[in-house]
């Protein structure tokens, strides 16, 4: 069975900088999708960052230039390194793993951005 478990949320004052994690245990075979998607209340779930099995990436226009998305699929595991923080970028963010058919998210960590 495979399960995400995300790490690195919290707070962090305007221009600030996390990183998150999220470690995979289980097997995925094939190629798969990796990324992070944030959601606040009352808003849909949006995606922040999708990385590919070939290492390319693509962003919510509005992180472009600040966060990064990488992977190490020896580790199975992704980050997003979150630069320049902002407060609207406050929410719950959660990460994925696509391998169609299947569609793998972790628990959801905090990240609150504020002086």
């Known amino acids: 069975q495979v399960q995400l478990v995300e790490s690195g949320g919290g707070l962090v004052q305007p221009g600030g900088s996390l990183r998150l994690s999220c470690a995979t245990s289980?097997?995925?075979?094939?190629?798969?999708?990796m990324g992070w998607y944030r959601q606040t209340p009352g808003k849909h779930r949006e995606l922040v960052a999708s990385?590919?099995?070939?290492?390319?990436?693509n962003y919510l226009d509005s992180v472009k230039g600040r966060f990064t998305i990488s992977r190490d699929n020896a580790k199975n595991t992704q980050y997003l390194q979150m630069n320049s923080l902002k407060p609207e970028d406050t929410a719950v963010y959660y990460c994925?793993?696509?391998?169609?058919?299947?569609?793998?998210w972790g628990q959801g960590t905090q990240v609150t951005v504020s002086a």
């Open positions: 990385i590919n099995s070939d290492g390319s990436a």
């Open positions: 289980g097997r995925i075979f094939g190629f798969y999708t």
């Open positions: 994925n793993v696509k391998n169609p058919p299947y569609d793998y």
